[in-house]
């Protein structure tokens, strides 16, 4: 369930890159206090296993299909909340540029997604208060169950909203939120499983392990639910905020990000003079002269096609015909700039 | 799956050897690279729903560095079409639910949904080929070392170093484990979840032995908490007039509609 660039509108996209990257700040200061160096080689590691552990794969039962780790509550059990929302991190950055998987602005949202609420959500809120007491087997089952499934269901809501937010895709809300939310519901079920075996696997074999992470961040558990939560409503809010100012207006993407940088009124008005002036440019050079062309080929294609329920406006279809005459030629234009470029390359290099 | 396994990591360092390639590309500032992709991104991004024509200029952008980086363009695409099909998975929908006729093409009516399906593919293809293109020019240390300078902290650039000299490793035990289980494994027995967790856990188990081990060796060699860079790429005049030129460029194919005053003009001649 990567995010893909090409579904994020850049309001959003840029909105989920700043929580982020902002929460990868926060982290970093937070485990530069803690802990030690020792904890650089730890975490590089276990994203290199985590990527390894994702390559493995296993038969679900009584299904036949088969299903990988995603691992975000895992990491969260073994290393502690911070350390893993940076491997999780790490390891969806070495997805992104190696494998493509969503893409660099969508990287993000991504590591919002799969990071942020199984580190900062379902551990501190689900897992921790379950296993407090005694971390019997069960108690480590059923919490993990729960909080990889809330990890998930949630997760799986921000891709719904964040796509319907982008207005890129026609699925209404509704109906995206019912084809995902059910396919993760299985998904965090299995996958809970699998993450309780292996935790009671290192508990089994080297207690030590999770002690250390236990012991490491000794504050009570109230205080830091309560900081997480109240972070959360901060980035909540802000996030919300914009989005929905964002949807609410709804100007085009571009525009928003320059009028976040210079200011609104500026803009319209400088752009509005920048425009005019380059208006006269192009009606100089007659490179974009008027509007439509004369009448021949476009008319008659267009009195060919005939076709009087279209809601496009008449005149438009010649417009529609030019435009694919265009599209050709720019793309014949650029592959043979492609061409050229490698030849002369080749020559170069004798 | 083993294949799937192999292929996945025969692309990884595929791509890493690309990185170390000397060509124009190559030798810019990593910095430049990654905030001329991003800038990249976020215009092909910022399209209205229906758009197509505007996209197509953008194809000169990776059309140049497949050039001059001297990247083998099949490799690229061939993984482009292969990752992760989520987009044109939810693409896929906007014909359905988008019935109404938009535009026709020699009679054939063309609803908005098609038009909005086909603009996702291309931002797709656009945003996808620019991403594989960053990490084929620039190496990943490279990235790594420009998001330090950008800012990012230092702790979390480290262990990303960390991470990608320790993926090959890993991956590689990994690999090994997996074809062990396969090789005892007959009709689908030992696939199961059971056996799966106890190779994770003893994947996890040697990876934390395998982390001390590092760190004392580390230690022992004056590590204190950063990562040093030998090769220091400088951020030169070249850089920053290409990102005023990559910008300019950008802005342009964003505001004017090229390919249709390309097509207009055409049209008139003949």
């Known amino acids: 369930m990567h995010m893909a660039d090409a579904l994020l509108s850049p309001a959003v996209g840029t909105t989920m890159l700043a929580g982020t990257l902002g929460t990868v700040a926060y982290c970093s200061r937070k485990l530069r206090e803690n802990v030690d160096e020792k904890m650089i080689p730890v975490m590089g590691v276990t994203g290199a296993f985590l990527f390894a552990a994702q390559m493995i794969n296993f038969t679900i ?45 969508a990287l993000g949202s991504n590591v919002w997604n799969l990071g942020v609420y199984p580190c900062f959500i379902a551990y501190p809120l689900i897992y921790r208060p379950l296993t407090r007491n005694d971390g019997s087997s069960g108690k480590i089952t059923i919490a993990s169950i729960v909080g990889v499934v809330t990890g998930l269901q949630l997760g799986a809501f921000s891709v719904v909203l964040q796509t319907v937010l982008s207005g890129r895709s026609e699925l209404p809300f509704v109906t995206f939120l019912l084809m995902m939310l059910p396919i993760h519901l299985a998904i965090g079920l299995v996958e809970g499983f699998v993450t309780a075996g292996v935790i009671g696997y290192v508990k089994a074999a080297r207690p030590e392990i999770l002690e ?139 | 799956m083993t294949m799937a396994f192999d292929r996945e990591y025969f692309h990884l360092g595929v791509l890493d050897l690309l990185s170390r390639r000397d060509t124009c590309v ?63 998975f939810i693409g896929i929908f906007n014909p359905v639910f988008d019935t ?7 009679g054939i009516a063309v609803s908005g949904g098609w038009i909005s399906f086909l603009s996702v593919m291309l931002r797709f293809l656009l945003t996808m080929t620019s991403v594989l293109l960053l990490i084929a020019t620039t190496s990943f240390p490279g990235i790594c070392h420009a998001l330090r300078r950008l800012g990012m902290p230092e702790l979390f650039t480290s262990q990303l170093l960390f991470l990608y000299r320790y993926l090959f490793v890993l991956v590689e035990e990994g690999m090994r484990m997996v074809r062990a289980r396969d090789m005892r494994s007959f009709r689908g027995k030992g ?33 204190t908490g950063s990562m040093r860079f030998v090769r220091t790429v400088r951020f030169r005049a070249t850089d920053l007039a290409l990102l005023a030129a990559v910008a300019a460029v950008l802005y342009a194919f964003r505001v004017y509609d090229i390919v249709g005053a390309v097509g207009r003009q055409t049209e008139r001649m003949f």
């Open chain 1, 61 to 105: 039962p009584g299904t036949g299909s088969s299903g990988h780790l995603g691992g975000g509550m895992l990491l969260a059990v073994l290393l502690g909340p911070h350390a893993a929302f940076l491997v999780m991190a790490s390891v969806l950055t070495v997805q992104a540029l190696f494998f493509a998987d969503g893409g660099l602005l």
């Open chain 1, 212 to 350: 250390s992470v236990e012991q490491s961040r000794p504050l009570p558990a109230r205080v830091r639910v309560k900081r997480v939560a109240i972070v959360f409503l901060g980035v909540a809010i802000v996030a919300g905020g914009t989005l929905s100012w964002f949807a609410s207006s709804n100007p085009d993407g571009l525009e928003w990000s320059i009028e976040k940088v210079m200011g609104k009124q500026e803009l319209s008005k400088q752009e509005g003079r920048v425009a005019s002036v380059l208006e006269s440019v192009q009606e100089k050079t007659a490179l974009l002269p008027d509007y439509d062309f004369r009448k021949p080929a476009g008319a008659q294609e267009g009195a060919e096609a005939g076709e009087p329920e279209s809601s496009w406006p008449a005149g438009k279809p010649g417009r529609s015909a030019s435009g694919i005459v265009g599209s050709f030629l720019v793309l014949g234009a650029v592959l043979c700039i492609g061409f050229v470029v490698k030849a002369l390359r080749r020559k170069q290099e004798g």
């Open chain 2, 26 to 88: 190559h030798r810019l500032d990593p910095r430049t690279k990654v905030i001329a992709t991003l800038l990249f991104i976020v215009t092909v991004v910022s399209f209205p729903k229906y758009e197509i024509m505007g996209l197509l200029p953008f194809l000169l952008f990776p059309v140049l560095v497949f050039g001059l980086g001297d990247i083998p363009v099949w490799l690229i695409l061939k993984k482009v079409l292969l990752v992760s099909p989520f987009a044109a």
């Open chain 2, 100 to 106: 109404e006729p938009m535009v026709t093409v020699s």
């Open chain 2, 191 to 223: 696939q199961d979840v059971r056996v799966f967790v106890s190779l994770v856990g003893t994947l996890f188990l040697r990876t934390m032995e395998r982390a001390e081990r590092i760190y004392h060796a580390m230690l022992s060699r004056g590590f």
